[in-house]
T-cell receptor
Framework: NAGVTQTPKFQVLKTGQSMTLQCAQD?????MSWYRQDPGMGLRLIHY?????ITDQGEVPNGYNVSRSTTEDFPLRLLSAAPSQTSVYFC???WGQGLVEKLFFGSGTQLSVL | LAKTTQPISMDSYEGQEVNITCSHN???????ITWYQQFPSQGPRFIIQ???TKVTNEVASLFIPADRKSSTLSLPRVSLSDTAVYYC???????????FGGGTRLMVKP
């Protein structure tokens, strides 16, 4: 099993460009989520999904869109990148939602917006 | 989601036991306590989870007193490879907002 796979690992964008961060899991997990990690601020939840066709906002959703057309994939879209979105992005999945379920994380995408 | 407080950083030496305490005064009856470990350039990794008393697995122990207002992650005989950030989370299956706090940065020295 590959677990949670994120692509790309690194990305540089210019302000105003759009892009999609890919996340795929092969564990048949219902719950998937996106986090951003900034220095000294831990990980903040951007969006999450409790199953195919269902998404919801986390703590810092502005500037990001998500969709969940399949159980396996949960892409994160930046429609118009801003320097404030420079961060490391992590995707995670688990059997169910909530803290009791163990979260499995991908290796992250380091994004720089110039 | 219960608020947690952890030390920002800790230093230790190889072979020592390290105890990282997390304070969670407003923990709810159905909340669990979970610890994650994060190495540089990697996503966090689950270490251990508990509800009360003591839980032990192959890498760590988790001590939770009767009032559950705090918990202590214990790492026996640490090595250089245990240098990482450790996050304490408190919550239950009803919680949607799984935001990780700043964590505790553990530095293990030779």
């Amino acid at each position: 099993n590959a677990g949670v796979t994120q692509t790309p690992k690194f990305q540089v964008l210019k302000t105003g460009q759009s892009m999609t961060l890919q996340c795929a899991q092969d564990m048949n997990h219902e719950y998937m989520s996106w986090y951003r990690q900034d220095p000294g601020m831990g990980l903040r939840l951007i969006h999450y999904s409790v199953g195919a066709g269902i998404t919801d906002q986390g703590e810092v959703p502005n500037g990001y869109n998500v969709s969940r057309s399949t159980t396996e994939d949960f892409p994160l879209r930046l429609l118009s990148a801003a320097p404030s979105q420079t961060s490391v992005y992590f995707c995670a999945s688990s059997w169910g939602q909530g803290l009791v379920e163990k979260l499995f994380f991908g290796s992250g995408t380091q994004l720089s917006v110039l | 989601l219960a608020k947690t407080t952890q030390p920002i950083s800790m230093d230790s030496y190889e072979g020592q036991e390290v105890n990282i305490t997390c304070s969670h005064n407003n923990i709810a009856t159905n909340d669990y306590i979970t610890w994650y470990q994060q190495f540089p350039s990697q996503g966090p990794r689950f270490i251990i989870q508990g509800y009360k008393t003591k839980v032990t697995n192959e890498v760590a122990s988790l001590f939770i007193p009767a009032d559950r207002k705090s918990s202590t992650l214990s790492l026996p005989r640490v090595s250089l490879s245990d240098t990482a950030v450790y996050y304490c989370l408190v919550g239950n299956n009803a919680g949607n907002m799984l935001t990780f706090g700043g964590g505790t940065r553990l530095m293990v020295k030779p």
